[in-house]
């Protein structure tokens, strides 16, 4: 047991980390019906590591993490600039398109890379049992500057997330705090993609939401269940994988998928029950 506890007790600090924005902006996101937006800046900034690998750049190096930073800015861009005040094209379709053309570019490009088909499979799955404690401090200040951020200006974030029409009546500039909102995301999104790989992130930022979104209607009660769940469903997660010997962010991904399906299971009974 004690073996166990030193061995993950840093990937274990680094799920907390993760957690904690994750939680946060996975209720944005889920508020905003943008639900594969964290797929498709992920993955952007996956395309970034692939490039920045084929240019020589190797994972967790400087020029690794500016290569992903500028394509999960270019993704920012692109999904504040896609934001219509009257839509003819739902933005989930033009984020589930550049996923798609996303991926296949990174495809394209590992191929041309040595050692290119491993490095598509760390991004997706991640390393975090391999996480470092001084890459945990790193990723945590960042973390905790993005955070400051978006608690200075919660109000206009979360009526644009709640309101949009009202911060469009308000004469608000909506692209430019969509942009802020999304670059900000691209740049969580950037470092976590090291530690804990596409399908992980993907999970931390939506499943411990919509969880707490069938609990609770009150904001602040959303967040502070989505972290609880968050963290919990990591450690089991890192039980399971350290006991049976499995992958590592596959397995609390599985977890947190049981966890949103205890969840919903009992409202969806009753509901059921109430039509008959």
């Not at 395309?47 to 920045?52: K, R």
């Not at 394509?71 to 600039?81: D, E, M, Q, R």
């Not at 790193?138 to 919660?154: C, N, T």
Request: with cysteine.
């Amino acid at each position: 047991m004690i073996e166990m506890l030193q061995f993950m007790a840093a990937p274990f600090v680094a799920c907390l980390v993760l957690v904690g924005i994750h939680a946060y902006f996975g209720i944005h996101v889920i508020e905003r019906r943008v639900l594969f937006v964290d797929l498709a800046v992920a993955q952007f900034a996956a395309l970034g590591a692939v490039v920045g690998f084929a240019a020589g750049h190797h994972p967790g190096e400087l020029g690794s993490t500016l290569y992903s930073m500028a394509f999960a800015t270019l993704a920012a861009g692109l999904f504040a600039v896609t934001r219509m005040k009257h839509e003819k094209l739902p933005q989930e379709a033009i984020i589930g398109i550049t996923f798609v053309v996303a991926s296949a570019a990174a495809i394209l490009v590992a191929d041309k890379a040595p050692e290119g088909a491993e490095h598509i499979k760390e991004t997706l799955a991640g390393s975090l049992l391999w996480v470092t404690w001084p890459t945990v401090v790193k990723d945590l200040i960042i973390y905790s500057a993005v955070g400051l951020f978006h608690w200075f200006f919660r109000h206009r974030f979360l009526l644009i997330t709640t309101n949009p029409a009202e911060a469009y009546r308000r004469g608000w500039w909506v692209r430019w705090w969509d942009f802020l909102f999304y670059l900000s995301f691209g740049i969580i999104i950037t470092f976590s993609v090291e530690i804990g790989g596409i399908l992980m992130v993907f999970s931390y930022l939506v499943i411990p939401a919509c969880i707490a979104i069938l609990l609770a209607e009150n904001m602040k009660i959303r967040l502070l269940l989505g972290w609880l769940i968050g963290w919990v469903g990591s450690a089991l997660g890192l039980v399971v994988s350290y006991v049976w010997d499995f992958p590592t962010g596959p397995a609390i991904v599985v977890v947190l998928g049981l966890m949103l399906v205890l969840a919903w299971l009992p409202g969806s009974l009753r509901s059921g029950l109430n039509t008959q």
